[in-house]
């Protein structure tokens, strides 16, 4: 590369960078200071670290706050009412900008592929939508998922035979590397193709972009996010060109036939669909095994009841995902104008949903901030959010959540927390990054139904 384009190049990152995230960053740091609500969710550590208090502040102020920026919602029928509204719709990465920023951001971006930019799932509405959902749902059948469980519990098994046969010199395991990262990694990857000698390199990709559902990142952050997106990017064009080639018998090579011969996706939207279920299928599973290891931990009494009661293990994944969700929120814009909870919403107006305050939503859930395992009603949870855009891999991983937790408590009933572990860096997505344990004897594998 010749000096004078990487000097180019840098100038142009660093633009896209203040037009997508600096400037919000420098103004939400000062709404912050002000206590607006959304300039405190981009910019104060404290709600980082621990937004439960910050959702309660909020609660009493009612179902629709309005903050400087956008509005906001911690009510589970608000959230529940705009996940389901043909009124409001997602947005597309940078849609919601003031406009010179906009115009910044469209002539400095790069064409990298981006969760939150078109042809994303995540950032199109009908008729795209249906399209693509369509043709995830035709390779992800009812059926197909139903057989992966077996292939979870497989995966699980040989993990955990590893950690028992090493589980490190001081006998303390970073539960997060060792397990919660692997099971995800590898059930979606025997799903989609992925060979093994791959693995590490696409989850150290994810790891690098999972800040990018984030608002406001500082420029070192975006620089991570963006070599995070460009190396990931170039794996994805170099393993569907594999795969066309060589087609096994795993969904991914199914997508990309349904792509090439029914459907008719062009390039950019297949390696869209795939590079989604792909990144969604990892980045956000580890936090809910790592939520979960670290909350039944914490409480010793709910532990037992699930070691005296093993149905109730699908209760207590709902459970886990309603009290320490691992996506916390999402946004959708007005695209009319609109009456929300009784407040005018005008059109291209943006709705931040706080989908983890929704599930500790008093008015739903009877002493929401109790982690209990039994609670019947734990599945009205929003944390897969709801209506057209409702998870796609929602019940892979209730699977990966049930059999990823039983098997690893049934195997190690004595583990205890050795060091306090340290949260991963994203406000999203909320998980840990590190979580040291002492495991303690292991038992041997007790198969289950
Ligand atoms: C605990 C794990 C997971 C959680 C909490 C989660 C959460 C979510 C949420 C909240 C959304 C919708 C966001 C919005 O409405 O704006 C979503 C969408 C999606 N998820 Fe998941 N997810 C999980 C696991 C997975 C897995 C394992 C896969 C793939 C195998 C997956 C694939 C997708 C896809 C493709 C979409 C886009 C759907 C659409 O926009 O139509 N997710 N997920």
């Known amino acids: 590369m010749s000096c004078g384009y990487e000097v180019e190049a840098r100038v142009r990152q660093r633009l896209h960078w203040l037009a997508m995230h ?13 206590g607006d609500p959304q300039g405190r969710l981009v910019a104060d550590p404290a709600v980082r670290a621990d937004p439960v208090p910050f959702y309660e502040e909020l609660r009493p102020q009612g179902p629709l706050i309005r903050g400087r920026i956008s509005f906001l919602t911690v009510d589970h029928g608000v959230a529940h009412e705009l996940l389901r ?20 951001e469209r002539r400095t971006r790069t064409g990298l592929l981006h969760p939150l930019r078109p042809p994303s799932l995540l950032a199109v509405e009908a008729p795209q939508h249906t399209r693509y959902r369509k043709t995830v749902s035709a390779v992800f059948t009812p059926r197909a998922v139903a057989s992966l469980r077996e292939r979870v519990e497989l995966t699980a098994h040989t993990l955990l035979d590893r950690l028992a046969d090493d589980p490190g010199g001081s006998g303390v395991v970073d539960i ?9 990694v590898a059930v979606i990857s025997d799903i989609l193709g992925v ?18 559902l ?17 190396g990931f990017n170039r794996w994805l ?14 969904l991914m090579s199914e997508l990309i036939q349904a792509s090439d011969t029914d459907v008719h996706l062009t390039d950019e939207e297949l390696r869209a669909i795939a590079g989604l279920v792909l990144a969604a299928g990892f980045e956000t599973t580890v936090n809910l095994l790592g939520n979960g290891i670290r909350l039944l931990i914490d409480s010793p009494e709910q532990l037992a009841v699930l070691q005296q009661r093993p149905e109730l ?36 107006e943006m709705v931040v949903l706080c989908l983890a305050a929704a599930n500790r939503d008093p008015a739903v859930f009877d002493h929401p901030h109790r982690f209990d395992v039994t609670r019947d009603n734990a599945g009205r949870h929003l944390s897969f959010s709801g209506g057209r855009h409702f998870c ?15 098997a690893f408590f049934d195997r190690f009933p004595e583990v205890g927390i050795a060091a306090a572990g340290t949260r991963r860096d994203t406000r999203v997505l909320r998980g840990w990054s590190n979580l040291p344990l002492r495991l303690g004897p292991s038992r041997a594998m007790v198969p289950r139904g």
């Open 22 to 34: 600096g400037v919000i960053r420098g103004l939400a740091t000062m709404a912050a200071r002000r």
């Open 85 to 104: 509204s043909e009124d409001f719709r997602v947005i597309s990465l940078g849609a919601n900008l003031p406009a010179p920023l906009r115009w910044l």
């Open 176 to 184: 997060v590397d060792r397990y919660c990262a692997l099971l995800p």
């Open 195 to 212: 060979p093994e000698r791959d693995r590490a390199r696409v989850l150290q990709f994810g790891e690098l972009a999972a800040p990018s």
């Open 214 to 230: 984030d608002m406001g990142l500082s420029w070192s952050q975006y620089r991570r996010v963006e070599s995070g997106l460009a």
């Open 237 to 250: 064009d170099d393993h569907i060109a594999e795969l066309r080639r060589n087609p096994g018998d795993n």
């Open 313 to 348: 293990w699908p209760t207590a994944v709902e459970e886990i995902l309603r009290l320490d969700s691992p996506v916390q929120l999402t946004a959708r814009v007005a695209a009319t104008d609109s009456v929300v909870a009784g407040t005018p919403v005008a059109r291209g």
């Open 392 to 406: 796609l891999g929602a019940a892979l991983a209730r699977a990966e959540g049930e059999v990823g937790l039983s």
